[in-house]
């Protein structure tokens, strides 16, 4: 079994920063992208950052600038650091990874999602 768990989400003023978490653990051969999604009450599910295994990012427009992502292949973690917060940014911000068990079978495993909340 594989699980993903999130931390570092709250309540933040307009201007602020914020640092999510997100540690993989169980039975892991490799993990491929790691990234966030979040989505806003009333709103698609949209892609927020990405992370290759070799360090190559994409951001979404939106955030580009402002966010910026990183892992750590050993520890098999990811951070998502979170500056110049908008109200905007509400929401609930999910991790996942493509975790490889063994050398050739792979699926995307997500977290239980943690609530980013930013005040006017």
């Known amino acids: 079994q594989v699980q993903l768990v999130e931390s570092g989400g709250g309540l933040v003023q307009a201007g602020g920063s914020l640092r999510l978490s997100c540690a993989a653990s169980?039975?892991?051969?490799?993990?491929?992208?790691m990234g966030w999604y979040r989505q806003a009450p009333g709103k698609q599910r949209e892609l927020v950052a990405v992370?290759?295994?070799?360090?190559?990012?994409t951001y979404a427009d939106v955030v580009k600038g402002r966010f910026t992502i990183s892992r750590d292949n050993a520890k098999n973690t990811v951070s998502l650091q979170m500056n110049s917060l908008k109200p905007e940014d509400t929401a609930v911000y999910s991790c996942?990874?493509?975790?490889?068990?063994?050398?050739?079978?792979?699926?995307?495993?997500w977290g239980q999602g943690t609530q980013v909340t930013v005040s006017s």
């Open positions: 996942f990874g493509n975790v490889f068990r063994d050398s050739s079978i792979n699926r995307v495993y």
């Open positions: 169980g039975s892991i051969f490799s993990i491929n992208d």
């Open positions: 992370i290759t295994w070799s360090g190559r990012t």
